[in-house]
């Protein structure tokens, strides 16, 4: 356990104070502003948010793939300068690899870090079974459904055992129904390997069921607008009165684009 | 599903029979040409068998030639393949090497593999230094283009997702880059053998003491049509049975992707 520098215990990452501005010919376009937040260990933090409101581009920074215009990330305490194995993330866009099998895409961490294949080959079993896909380690990513395809993002991620794990509207790309399934899916991992996570995502729906807290920005420039602690008793139910008010209130408080 | 195979295998023969036939009808029933100009396909036949024992009018049998002519294009195919492919794989990969060995490289690019006979067989004499020498300049060019254009299809998420798991700029470029460009790099391959088979030919009818190209230069000479067509029967045959090893190959090597 360490202290980070905000002086709280136990925060896995943290940023402060963080804004992100892109540069074009056209001048510069302020995507984030001035966001401070902290994610605390085991924690289910949604981030919340209208349209192309900059979320990716503040998971981007968070994660590190990308770098804060002012402003600072921890991770663990240390400042983030570049992605690292202890931040992992699952992108809306899967990014899985079509030349490897599931097998092959859920053991790329451990086997990138060196492991020994006794090893990997046990932690890809684990994470396989976790999410389901037991029996499909050695078919390819393109016979796969939508929703198989994100199980198999989300074990990828996990397998390499990172220390937070970003998701990036992980399942904007499928049907309702496989959304509905997925959204279970995630709690029911997450309650297995309890794990901190933080969720993007423009679907309240989505964020009330899955989230602990649920930080709501703004419209671009994404700034931190409130903060929701979610406190419904797990699994939640999409149709029960407190769901439903907490549902009304966050989406009264969003900003309304086009 | 097999009477569908059954028809259409039909549909391939009646091509080949018609055209047989065809040929025939114009040489020997209608004799429009004369035997010597355009022999009937029933002399060719002769001829092609009569060619695997008879070393005459050229001094080697049809498989000595064709040992002959393959021994050169694969000794230049493979050269190309050792040097074009890693080499294409480089420059896509480091804009330095690009920057060094583009200028050079564009500069040759355009020059067919044939403007390089008269040089070589100057430089090398007739054996088989020469005309490897000249499959090599025709065949290294698709090697480095086609494997230059795959590294290019890398996906930033791909390397993204490979930075997130902590992989080295060494990892990405061999678990993520050069796995994207296996398709572009296998059609090099292929591209290329097509033209180490139409380099060695050429190569042989300006210049050789032994090969198909050889013993086709040698008929005309003498006016033995019937070779002359056995010989480019021979090409044809060869480059058929090659370019379908290589298609085992590369579905072997591609399973999955599809």
Redesign the interface.
Known sequence: MRVDSTGSVDTVISCQRVSKEFSSKRGTTKVIENISLEVKRNEFVVLFGPGQCGKTTLMNVL?G?DTATSGTVYSLGEKVV????E???V?Q?M?L?????VRGNVA??PK??GFEKSVWIEKSDYYINLVGLKGFEDS?I??LSGGMKQRVGIARAYC?EPEVLFMDEPFSALDAQTRYLMQEEIMRIWSTEKRTIVFITNNIEEAVYVADRIILLTNCPAKIKKEYHIDLPRPRDYTSPEFLSLRDEISKNMDRTL | MNRKLFLHLLISILSVIAFVGIWHLFTAVLRVVSVNTLPDPMKVFTSFIKKFSNPNPDGATLLQHTAASLQVALTGYFYALIIGIPLGIMMAWNKYIDRFVRPLFDLLKPIPGVAWIPLMIVIFGLGIASKAAVVFFSAVVPCVLNSYTGIKQTKDVHLWVARTFGASHHQKLFTIAIPTALPHILTGVRVALGAAWVAIVAAELLGATRGLGFMIQQSRGIYRTDIIIVGMLAIGICGGILTSILTIISNFLLKGRR
Do not use: C, I
């Open positions: 994660s793939l570049r992605p690292g194995a931040r992992g993330v992108f866009s990014a690899f079509p030349w490897l099998t790329y961490g990138a870090r390819y393109n016979k390499n």
